[in-house]
Nanobody
Framework: QVQLVESGGGLVQAGGSLRLSCAGS????????MGWFRQAPGKEREFVAA????????YYADSVKGRFTISRDNTKNAVYLQMNSLKPEDTAVYYC????????????????WGQGTQVTVSS
C-alpha cells in the first residue's frame, strides 16, 4: 500500500514557476514508477510527466516538454514537478500517482493516487 500527498500548489502569474511535491508513504515507495497528471475544470484528466523508479527514465506530455521537469528522491520518498514558464492553460488540479512498473506507466495504468493540489496561473 502506498499513500500519496501532494503539496506546493498555489496562485502564480503567467511566466512564473512552482514546484510541486508528492510525499509517499510505505517501504516500497522507491520501487514504484511515478507520474503527474492534471485536470482542468470541465476537462478530462491528462498525463503530464512520469519517472521510473530509478529516475533514469522520464517522459513528458508535449504540452509541458521543455518547461516542466519531473524528479524524485527515494531517500525522502518524494517526487517533484518543477514547473517553469507557466501559462494560464496550465491551471488545473495536479495529481501524483504510483505505478508498480514502467510497463504500467506506458500503458497508463496507475495503482495509487493522491488527492491533488490546485495550481492557478493568472494572465
Amino acid at each position: 500500500q502506498v499513500q500519496l500527498v501532494e503539496s506546493g500548489g498555489g496562485l502564480v502569474q503567467a511566466g512564473g514557476s512552482l514546484r510541486l511535491s508528492c510525499a509517499g508513504s510505505g517501504r516500497t515507495f522507491s520501487g514504484y514508477s511515478m507520474g503527474w497528471f492534471r485536470q482542468a475544470p470541465g476537462k478530462e484528466r491528462e498525463f503530464v510527466a512520469a519517472i521510473s523508479w530509478s529516475g533514469r527514465s522520464t517522459y513528458y506530455a508535449d504540452s509541458v516538454k521543455g518547461r516542466f521537469t519531473i524528479s524524485r528522491d527515494n531517500t525522502k520518498n518524494a517526487v517533484y514537478l518543477q514547473m517553469n514558464s507557466l501559462k494560464p492553460e496550465d491551471t488545473a488540479v495536479y495529481y501524483c500517482a504510483a505505478a508498480a512498473s514502467w510497463t504500467r506507466v506506458v500503458g497508463g495504468s496507475y495503482d495509487y493516487w493522491g488527492q491533488g493540489t490546485q495550481v492557478t496561473v493568472s494572465s
